[in-house]
């Protein structure tokens, strides 16, 4: 395999950033075949009773029928037939990883160019690519990829790539979950790479994942810094919470675009990925579930989070609270969301939908909407919100042009709904009684 000049580098800082957050580390570094494959026994053997398993590869990566592949230093690919003799599957690490713990995140620099896959490509046995091909994560799993499926990643002319650089920086900032992490780091590759690369990353996390050394999170270990294990505290659910759905698979997103000119709105497809989560309204308020919808848009660079959660505040004569975060990278072509018109909920893509309320902005990223409070009302809004399949939200971008997000709930996501509206209910009886 060719070298290149910086993999070592960054899993020698990546080693050291999290021995220093307190985790216990294993690592490996210019290794071939079988010692790789010694290293994954031992992470392995690690993962059991962990609460988080952390996977972090640098180095040459490819895919081949839509299947990912490490390269270990050495290893000689002339033809598909060589594969399982020269390379480590990447499904062995994931199903490994779901199996056997409770949450997951795997770190992939691992796009980067690679001359064989070119030789690859030429032989009649195999279907090689670019980058990565990407791969649905399993529950309780995050797996971040430096750049977009078949892409190819920066190595960098510094010390680092531009995505284990951006990782370096803002991985254990104290008290910033794992997705807002993420999406720091997306926006420093992107800018590093004048938008050439963007990170990307597949989620289906059930809950807030802190890493660093604030208020607890890290628990730290005697053993010595060998493993690249991380023993991570999430926040706890009260015991008398029911149990949370688990993230469903991801549903439809359509974001339809004004054209100018008058012609028809173009249609850009993502996908959302629903999942319930619980959080602290204040303080040491009892956490409550809220719905969240994790979107993302790759074709425009857009992603954004929305929540769904019971209004506590007592101050705000509102049931519930609707909010947006939107997270638009530098090549999104609006230059940002200057508002929300309305969200509307409807039986099926192509209805019209019924309105909620009008939402108000409270900063260019962050967008919120309150359902009213009047009895009423209540009953209309979660009715919808429960029953309809699918959710419109007409927003207007910074550069005046108008849009149209929609977003599938599939099955599962209508269960999950019916299920915490549910709690909301009948918290809010408990607490009027």
Request: aromatic share 6%.
């Amino acid at each position: 395999m060719p070298g290149l000049s910086n993999p070592v580098n960054d899993a020698t800082d990546v080693s050291e950033k999290l021995t220093s957050l307190g985790f216990v580390v294993i690592s490996g570094f210019d290794l071939d075949r079988r010692e790789m494959e010694g290293k994954i026994r031992e992470f392995f053997a690690q993962i059991p009773g962990s609460a988080v398993a952390l996977f972090y590869y640098a180095g040459h990566g490819l895919q081949v029928a839509g299947q990912n592949y490490m390269a270990p230093v050495g290893a000689s690919l002339r033809s598909h037939d060589y594969l399982p003799f020269e390379t480590i599957p990447l499904d062995l690490i994931l199903s490994t990883m779901e199996r056997e713990g409770k949450s997951n995140l795997v770190f992939l620099d691992a796009c980067r160019d690679n001359p064989v896959v070119n030789v690859m490509s030429a032989t009649r046995s195999a279907s090689a690519g670019r980058g990565l091909a990407r791969v649905e994560s399993g529950v309780g799993m995050m797996i971040s990829y430096s750049t977009s499926p078949g892409q190819v990643a920066s190595d960098g002319v510094g010390r680092n790539s531009p995505y284990t650089e951006a990782l370096l920086k803002h991985l254990g900032e104290p008290g910033v979950d794992i997705a807002l992490t993420m999406r720091k780091v997306r926006r420093d590759v992107l800018m590093a790479t004048n938008d050439k690369q963007l990170p990307w990353e597949v989620a289906s996390l059930t809950g807030d994942l802190v890493l660093g050394l604030k208020d607890g999170f890290v628990v730290p270990s005697d053993e010595k810094a060998t493993a690249k294990i991380h023993r991570v505290k999430t926040s706890t659910i009260p015991a008398d919470m029911p149990p949370s759905p688990a993230p469903v698979e991801a549903q439809s997103v359509f974001l339809y675009e004004e054209k100018y000119g008058g012609s028809a709105p173009a249609a850009v497809r993502g996908n959302v990925v629903w999942s319930v989560q619980e959080e602290s309204s204040e303080g040491d308020a009892k956490p409550e579930p809220i719905i969240q919808a994790q979107i993302e848009v790759p074709e425009r660079g857009l992603t954004a989070v929305m929540k769904i959660r019971r209004n506590t505040d007592p101050s705000l004569p509102a049931s519930h609270i609707l909010e947006f975060i939107f997270s638009p990278s530098a090549q999104f072509p609006g230059g940002g969301i200057a508002n929300i018109v309305r969200v509307s909920m409807k039986q099926s893509e192509q209805e019209r939908g019924d309105p909620l309320v009008i939402p108000a902005k409270i900063t260019d990223e962050f967008h919120m909407l309150a359902l009213n409070g009047f009895t009423d009302a209540v009953t209309e809004n979660t009715t919808l919100l429960r029953d309809r399949r699918w959710i419109d939200i007409p927003m207007t971008y910074q550069n005046r042009r108008r849009s149209l997000l929609t977003l599938e709930k599939g099955a599962a996501a209508m269960d999950m709904f019916s299920r915490v509206i549910e709690n909301w209910h009948s918290t809010l009886t408990a607490e009027g009684d």
